[in-house]
Nanobody, 126 residues
Framework: QVQLVESGGGLVQPGGSLRLSCAASGFSLDYYAIGWFRQAPGKEREGVSCFSASDGSTYYADSVKGRFTISRDNAKNTVYLQMNSLKPEDTAVYYC???????????????????WGQGTQVTVSS
């Protein structure tokens, strides 16, 4: 059974850091890209970052470039999103998903992704 499970969200002050995890089961991240998306209340889901399995290339939305880092642990079949210098506007539910191709479109398109996890809440507030 193909499944993605996110974890690591929480409440953090502005300027703080969090690391989100996306654990995959039922398929190998050696072969498939993984994207991180977020959805704030009243807004559309947007692509934040993506890791291409084909060549290890990464994509970041302009709003997070230089602050977020996506990485993959093949042994754990898990992708991480390290989020530094968090801002209140980063507050959202964060999701991971796979397009079940080895590469990421830029920007990642929600319609191309599937097997969405349940999401993890990130709240940046003082």
């Amino acid at each position: 059974q193909v499944q993605l499970v996110e974890s690591g969200g929480g409440l953090v002050q502005p300027g703080g850091s969090l690391r989100l995890s996306c654990a995959a089961s039922g398929f190998s991240l050696d072969y498939y890209a993984i994207g991180w998306f977020r959805q704030a209340p009243g807004k559309e889901r947007e692509g934040v970052s993506c890791f291409s399995a084909s060549d290890g290339s990464t994509y970041y939305a302009d709003s997070v470039k230089g602050r977020f880092t996506i990485s993959r642990d093949n042994a754990k079949n898990t992708v991480y999103l390290q989020m530094n210098s968090l801002k209140p506007e980063d507050t959202a539910v964060y999701y991971c998903a796979s397009p079940f191709t080895s590469w990421c479109s830029e920007p990642p398109q929600v319609a191309d992704f599937g097997s969405w996890g349940q999401g993890t809440q990130v709240t940046v507030s003082s």
